[in-house]
């Protein structure tokens, strides 16, 4: 069967199905081609048992691109912030406070005083750096040099790991990592109320309502072009989609398997290397133990923390935890042994009270470190695909902004602006 649209979207995730509603609203005939059976990719939240279980920890960014977009497109959200203090590290097997202000840091056991005194310097301070001239250089390299006690470097490094989700520091950007840690720091984050699919479920109506129609379950298996220019989206079931402009909206690899002749989809599948974490999802009939409600590893990469204190993702009583081990590549250790004994420690006995859990070994969490040695986000593509007129991409690996969801949405805003700009479009509506 053969169709005719005027934009093929490949991926129904954020980023697809937030370009789809923009293209749509513009006027475009627009399909989504979301080989699940349901859209909304990394972004999906499992309901059992009366729980909402995102995919790994989730949290929204505040004043970054991704709030922008939903609020352009007009979905709705409420959530709210983690609690601002009690929480807990871990470091060399011993719980302590982590510092949340002057008293608590004065009170803990995490630093000696050689470390306290940095560490209160440095937290007023990472405001002010400017990440720029860091761009280039590995998170390692700015930890070694820019921090004086190895206790201070741990701690930024778990900072960075906890924004970023990324843990490999010979690769990562500072710049890039400095100016996510900033932009935490400064806004904070929300957990959401009924989880991202409340996201997923808003995109997707914004899509409908743009008039946009969404196709799951059917994979797209190429991008085919003609005389250098988009021609048609042939799909899995042999159905192909006439059309003059594709975007790519899911990982590299996935956007270099569907147009393979194209070289610069080839270079940067080659050049991503994915952010990955070990996730255990635990949800509970109640806390075992109420004041440990989040641990956050210094000297090993791991974060956990209860969402359902604070968003409404459990039903009354219930707890919903979310526990990571950031890299598992690199971590060198089992990381659902280390998890699990990660939430024994911090709620002895959770298993009496154990409704649901999930692991899951290895989630891309982004589909590209922001490398140093691509001098940061500059070194990212951005979201017209060279070579071929009317291709374009988007994802949490496109465009010189932000990082997780942040990229994704506002690469995806751009790259329908980029498809709505082009020259050739307006003659052909001309014509
Ligand atoms: C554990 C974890 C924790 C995270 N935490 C945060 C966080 O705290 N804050 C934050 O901002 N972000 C976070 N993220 C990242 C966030 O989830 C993603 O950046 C975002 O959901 C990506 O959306 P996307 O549309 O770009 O890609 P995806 O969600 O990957 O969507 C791509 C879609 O394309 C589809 N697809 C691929 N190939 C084809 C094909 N050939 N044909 C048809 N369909 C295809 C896939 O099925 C998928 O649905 C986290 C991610 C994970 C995994």
């Not at 400095?178 to 957990?191: D, E, I, K, T």
């Not at 270079?267 to 255990?280: D, F, I, S, T």
């Not at 791991?302 to 968003?311: D, I, K, N, P």
């Not at 009583?317 to 979310?322: S, V, Y």
Request: proline share 6%; hydrophobic share 45%; glycine share 12%.
């Amino acid at each position: 069967m053969e169709r005719t649209k005027d934009v093929v979207v490949v991926g129904g995730g954020l980023a697809g199905l937030a370009a789809a509603a923009y293209l749509g609203r513009a006027g475009r005939s627009v399909a989504v081609i979301e080989k699940a059976h349901a859209p909304g990719g990394r972004a999906v939240t499992q309901e059992s048992h009366g729980f909402s279980m995102n995919l790994g920890a989730h949290a929204l960014y505040r004043g970054g691109p991704a709030q922008e977009v939903l609020g352009e497109l007009g979905v709705r959200y409420t959530g709210a912030p983690p609690p601002g203090s009690g929480a807990l590290a871990l470091d060399r097997g011993a719980l302590h406070t982590l510092p949340s202000g002057a008293l608590s840091l004065l009170t803990t056991g995490l630093f000696g005083l050689a470390a306290k005194l940095e560490v209160g310097r440095v937290l007023g301070g990472l405001a002010a750096m400017r990440p720029a001239p860091l761009d280039a250089v590995p998170v390692s390299t700015w930890l070694r040099d820019a921090f004086r006690t190895p206790e201070v470097r741990r701690f930024v490094g778990m900072l960075v790991r906890l924004t970023t989700y990324c843990a490999d520091a010979d690769r990562q950007s500072a710049g890039a990592a400095l100016a996510q840690v900033q932009l935490a720091l400064g806004q904070g984050v929300l957990y959401l109320d009924g989880g991202w699919q409340t996201l997923v479920d808003g995109l997707r109506a914004a899509a409908a309502a743009a008039g946009v129609e969404i196709l799951t379950g059917v994979r797209a298996t190429r991008v085919a072009a003609e005389g250098g220019a988009v021609s048609f989206v042939e799909l899995a079931n042999g159905d192909r989609l006439r059309t003059g402009a594709a975007l790519v909206a899911a990982s590299p690899r996935a956007a270099a398997a569907l147009a393979p002749d194209v070289p610069a989809l080839a270079a940067y599948a080659e050049r991503a290397v994915p952010v990955r974490a070990a996730c255990l999802d635990v949800a509970l009939s109640r806390l075992p133990r109420p004041r440990c409600r989040v641990v956050l590893g210094i000297d090993r990469p791991l974060y956990l923390s209860l969402h359902s204190e604070v968003a409404r993702l459990a039903p009354a009583g219930g707890a919903l935890f979310h526990a990571v081990q950031y890299g598992p590549e690199l971590a060198g250790r089992d990381p659902e042994r280390e998890l699990e004994d990660l939430l024994e420690r911090a709620q002895p006995g959770y298993r009496g009270a154990l409704v649901e859990r999930r692991f899951l070994p290895s989630l891309v969490v982004s589909n590209a470190v922001v490398a140093a040695e691509g001098g940061g986000y500059a070194g990212r593509p951005g979201v017209r695909v060279p070579g071929v007129d009317g291709l374009c991409v988007a994802g949490d690996w496109v465009g010189p902004t932000g990082m997780l969801a942040d990229a994704s949405l506002g690469s995806a805003r751009d790259a329908a602006a980029a498809l709505l700009a082009r020259a050739r479009w307006t003659l052909d509506r001309a014509a």
